[in-house]
Structure formats: C-alpha cells, structure tokens
C-alpha cells in the first residue's frame, strides 16, 4: 500500500478512487489504516467475501492471499485485472496510470467531428 500512498495524488488527478480490500477484521484493519495514514478507502473483508467475489487467490504456503488489482469503470465493468503469484507480485503505478490513460482515452468523445473524404 506504501505504493498507492506515494503516487494517490496522480490517481486523484485521473478521477480514480482506490479502495483497498484486506484480509482483516474491522479493528485490526482500522489499526493499520490508522497507523499508516492510507488517504484512500479501505474495507474489511475477513470472510473473504469480496476476494471471492473477484477470484482473489489464496495461497496458505505463501502466507495468506495473493495480490490482485482490479479496475472497475464507472459502468461497473472490469478493465483490468491483475492476479499476482506472490506478495511481491503487484502492477506498478506506472503501469496502472498509463491503463487509466488508455481508459480515458477510449471514453473521450470525438471532437474532431465527422469524417470527410
């Protein structure tokens, strides 16, 4: 999450809200969020309900479940997702800014108006 800290402006400037699901229950995980001053959102999910619901992995040898990152747009589709193979697994913001730049360039209207021959 240190990743996310550092670089939240640029995704604010982009329109987009991060939400962090963690394997937690609500006291620990209000204790770390806390602790680590997280500027964004963060949720609960100690049954696991939200992980399953996205097809998070859980992998008890490597410590617990493994990283996934998944864009939703604002229609509620996904636009990408990332399924990592180990903790260390996780897209770079570089990575997932410029997927956001793609996003909002597919969404922009044509300004340039109709085609001429």
Same mark, same amino acid.
């Given at each position: 999450?240190? &990743?996310?800290?550092?670089?939240?402006?640029?995704? #604010?400037?982009?329109?987009?809200?991060? @939400? #962090?699901? %963690?394997? /937690?229950?609500?006291?620990?995980?209000?204790?770390?969020? /806390?602790?680590?001053?997280?500027?964004?959102?963060? *949720?609960?999910?100690?049954?696991? &309900?939200?992980?399953?619901?996205?097809?998070?992995?859980?992998?008890?040898?490597? @410590?617990?479940?493994?990283?996934? &990152?998944?864009?939703?747009?604002? %229609? %509620?589709? *996904?636009?990408?997702?990332? !399924?990592?193979?180990?903790?260390?697994?996780?897209?770079?913001? &570089?990575?997932?800014?410029?997927? !956001?730049?793609?996003?909002? /360039? /597919?969404?922009?209207?044509?300004?340039?108006?109709? #085609?001429?021959?």
């Amino acid at each position: 999450m240190a &990743q996310l800290r550092r670089d939240y402006d640029k995704f #604010v400037d982009k329109g987009v809200e991060i @939400l #962090v699901i %963690g394997p /937690e229950d609500e006291e620990v995980f209000k204790y770390h969020w /806390e602790k680590n001053n997280n500027p964004f959102i963060g *949720i609960p999910d100690p049954d696991h &309900q939200i992980a399953d619901l996205y097809g998070q992995t859980v992998n008890l040898l490597k @410590l617990g479940r493994m990283p996934a &990152q998944v864009i939703i747009d604002k %229609g %509620g589709y *996904i636009r990408y997702q990332h !399924f990592g193979d180990s903790l260390r697994d996780i897209t770079s913001n &570089q990575y997932v800014l410029k997927v !956001f730049d793609h996003l909002n /360039e /597919e969404s922009a209207p044509n300004n340039s108006g109709p #085609v001429k021959e």
